[in-house]
């Protein structure tokens, strides 16, 4: 058997099938942010409990059956989250010139991540951002 390969790649393979994982993991942090030219009281100063949830996809496994490794995934989070952490997100590169939206934070998540974790066998394929319990952005890059 292939370094890379594993039983349930195998039995895809036989079916005619490509195997596809996907792999989330979640971090919290807290920040405050004041929406530039909003038509209502998000221009005002106030905060978030952010949740950021990060998926990375693979086709393939390592020996150990491990397309990446959690820990990994979620340390690259954590850092950059902490970067936000208890901070004026208007106050922050980029957001300093662009509107610190969840759509933006979102994608700022999204392409930061990928520099640090895109490999030969997974990819980051999408970041969700909670901004409350009950609304979030999901933001990916289609032709990747």
């Known amino acids: 058997m292939d370094i890379h390969s594993n039983d349930s ?40 409990n952010w949740k950021l949830e990060v998926e990375v996809s ?4 390592d020996a150990l059956g491990i397309a990446l490794d959690f820990k990994t995934i979620k340390a690259e989070a954590r850092t950059l989250a902490d970067s936000l952490d208890h901070r004026y997100l208007n106050e922050i590169e980029p957001f300093d010139r662009i509107n610190p ?9 999204y392409r930061r991540l990928a520099e640090r974790i895109d490999g030969e066998f997974a990819r980051v ?20």
Do not use: M
């Open 101 to 109: 939206t969840a759509e933006n934070l979102a994608g700022w998540f």
């Open 9 to 48: 790649s195998l039995a895809a393979a036989a079916s005619g099938k490509r195997s596809l994982y996907r792999l989330r993991v979640q971090v919290q942090f807290s920040s405050a942010h004041s929406l530039r030219d909003y038509p209502g009281d998000r221009r005002r100063l106030h905060g978030h």
């Open 125 to 144: 394929s999408a970041v969700t951002l909670w901004e409350t319990d009950t609304s979030c952005v999901r933001y990916t890059e289609e032709d990747r």
């Open 58 to 61: 693979a086709r393939i496994l």
